[in-house]
């Protein structure tokens, strides 16, 4: 669109971590996409310190793995209604994310593109002591 020019990035708070309240503001956001502004949410696929796995190249405990399956799924099929939900509807979500923000910004993301899921793809996977670190990459 721009091929010579700067990509602007909005930076802003969160302004709660409620899944729904903040899919409504990333669809508020989404015309922005279309001058060019990059939407960005950052977090782990799963967050849970006190569940940390300090051998380098141990296997990934269950809980971690199994959240980020269904969140990889979740996301790839568009199942928007399963991921606002996520703390009933995905495996070990609690374990997971004891607290929710940084399962958060996904879903201002995913708000921001809503409207266009045929190009939603995992862009990093993996694991770091335990805990996935997949990302997303919409539109």
């Given at each position: 669109?721009y091929?010579?020019?700067?990509?602007p990035?909005?930076?802003?708070?969160?302004?709660?971590?409620?899944p729904v309240?903040l899919?409504?503001?990333?669809?508020?956001?989404?015309?922005?996409r279309?001058q060019?502004v990059?939407?960005?949410?950052?977090g782990f696929?799963?967050?849970?310190?006190?569940?940390?796995?300090p051998?380098?190249?141990a296997?990934?405990?269950a809980?971690?793995?199994?959240?980020?399956?269904w969140?990889?799924?979740?996301v790839?099929?568009?199942d928007v209604d399963a991921?606002l939900d996520?703390r009933?509807?995905a495996?070990?979500?609690?374990?997971a994310?004891?607290?929710?923000?940084?399962?958060?910004p996904?879903?201002?993301?995913l708000?921001?593109?809503?409207?266009d899921?045929?190009?939603?793809?995992?862009?990093?996977?993996?694991?770091?002591?335990?805990l996935?670190k997949?990302?997303?990459?919409?539109?």
């Amino acid at each position: 669109m721009y091929p010579d020019a700067d990509v602007p990035v909005l930076q802003m708070s969160m302004p709660t971590l409620e899944p729904v309240r903040l899919f409504e503001i990333g669809r508020s956001l989404a015309p922005l996409r279309d001058q060019g502004v990059l939407i960005v949410g950052s977090g782990f696929t799963t967050h849970n310190l006190r569940e940390l796995r300090p051998e380098p190249g141990a296997a990934p405990p269950a809980w971690s793995a199994e959240f980020d399956e269904w969140t990889d799924r979740a996301v790839k099929a568009g199942d928007v209604d399963a991921l606002l939900d996520f703390r009933a509807k995905a495996p070990a979500a609690r374990i997971a994310h004891p607290r929710t923000e940084h399962f958060a910004p996904l879903f201002m993301a995913l708000g921001a593109d809503a409207d266009d899921a045929s190009d939603r793809r995992s862009v990093i996977d993996g694991y770091w002591l335990g805990l996935a670190k997949r990302s997303f990459q919409f539109g």
